[in-house]
Nanobody
Framework: VQLQASGGGLVQTGNSLKLSCAVFGRTFSSGDAMGWFRQAPGKEREFVSA????????YYADFVKGRFTISRDNANNTVLLQMNSLEPEDTAVYYC???????????????????WGQGTQVTVSS
């Protein structure tokens, strides 16, 4: 399984970015999930958002609710993260992940992280 993330960049506060993660070599089944995590300099990696691949149910960290939207393109095996109203605190390397819907106490996320993509840098200037 390979995950290929793209879409990061440098934007000013209040602007938007859309991240994309293409999934290769995975056949999705019930319970599978895709998600995004991020890691800022000097901080632990944290959960951002997840989506159930089968029914599209979405999950968000409190700090992105109302600003970020996760979606999936089943036909192209791609998961998207639309990020609006970006703030300097959103600056981080963003990673996509594939797993199953199962609470992970280690990352305090609603999904396991069985596979990781390479990160994509998001920088928000003030």
């Amino acid at each position: 399984v390979q995950l290929q993330a793209s879409g990061g960049g440098l934007v000013q506060t209040g602007n938007s970015l859309k991240l994309s993660c293409a999934v290769f070599g995975r056949t999705f089944s019930s319970g599978d999930a895709m998600g995004w995590f991020r890691q800022a300099p000097g901080k632990e990696r944290e959960f951002v958002s997840a989506i159930s691949w089968t029914d599209g149910a979405t999950y968000y960290a409190d700090f992105v609710k109302g600003r970020f939207t996760i979606s999936r393109d089943n036909a192209n095996n791609t998961v998207l993260l639309q990020m609006n109203s970006l703030e300097p605190e959103d600056t981080a390397v963003y990673y996509c992940a594939a797993g199953v819907l199962r609470y992970d106490p280690y990352s305090d996320s609603p999904m396991s992280t069985d596979y990781w993509g390479q990160g994509t840098q998001v920088t928000v200037s003030s």
